[in-house]
């Protein structure tokens, strides 16, 4: 795609690490919140070594107010099975990398051509198509939209005419170069209108959010904190309590 996202920093790489970490980053969040963290992150955990040696604390103090902390544990407890065994076969073995983020990484950093479906490229192909696609549908059209491109470019390629042409509410459809072989020409599917995620103002999310910013400054007494949130926190495997005072494991 002519007017593609190209400058984005970790679209210059080939590294399989650095292209994991871009994609457990971008998920469920939105590109420019990652490109304001992720040089300086690859720059601290360059390494899947580096960012075990660390451990769970350092990686989400340095996830910052990404959202969805979960994340950056699961990230965590890859590095530690990369660490400790290498890269498996089948990348879907990693703590929290499922088959879009495996097929994604294999596309951009191993030339491999292989499909890969995300919120974007589903909403493109569903339009394009005119109808809801199981994820094995997706692939295959994905495959026959995208043609004569494979794997890295087509997934980049559709990736960024779901996030710049064939946006979820108001989808430019003039500017779009699959217009011509577009059965929606529009924002619905199957008369679906899209869903808006629920807003964070005031959301169970934010007070989870605020509670893991207080321990990001240190060790903190609990009951200074949202009971609910630090529990789920804890749960998470996001914070620790030791006595009257929680922080980060």
């Not at 990369?82 to 990693?94: C, M, Q, R, S, Y």
Request: charged content about 30%; hydrophobic content about 45%.
């Amino acid at each position: 795609m002519r007017h593609g996202r190209h400058a984005l920093a970790w679209r210059a790489t080939r590294d399989r690490w650095e292209v994991l970490v871009s994609e457990v980053m971008l998920h469920q969040t939105q590109v420019p919140r990652v490109e304001g963290v992720w040089e300086e992150f690859i720059a601290r955990f360059p390494t899947p070594d580096a960012m075990a040696d660390a451990g769970p604390g350092a990686v989400i103090e340095a996830w910052g107010r990404l959202g969805y902390p979960r994340r950056a544990r699961r990230l965590w407890e890859a590095a530690v099975r990369i660490a400790d065994d290498g890269w498996p076969d089948d990348l879907t073995a990693l703590p929290g990398v499922g088959r879009y983020t495996a097929q994604a990484v294999r596309a951009q950093a191993d030339a491999a051509d292989l499909p890969a479906i995300e919120v974007n490229t589903r909403r493109v192909l569903e339009r394009v198509e005119g109808r809801r696609l199981t994820q094995r549908e997706a692939e295959a059209a994905m495959v026959k939209v995208g043609a004569p491109m494979v794997g890295r470019d087509r997934l980049l390629a559709l990736m960024d005419v779901g996030a710049l042409v064939c946006r979820p509410y108001e989808p430019k459809c003039a500017e779009c170069p699959l217009e011509t072989r577009c059965a929606t020409r529009g924002p619905f599917v199957d008369g679906v209108t899209p869903r808006r995620q629920a807003p964070f103002e005031g959301s169970f999310r934010q007070e989870r959010g605020i509670v893991l910013a207080r321990l990001r400054t240190g060790p903190t007494p609990t009951a200074l904190l949202d009971a609910k949130a630090l529990k789920s926190l804890v749960a998470d495997g996001l914070a620790t309590i030791a006595g009257d005072t929680a922080r980060l494991p």
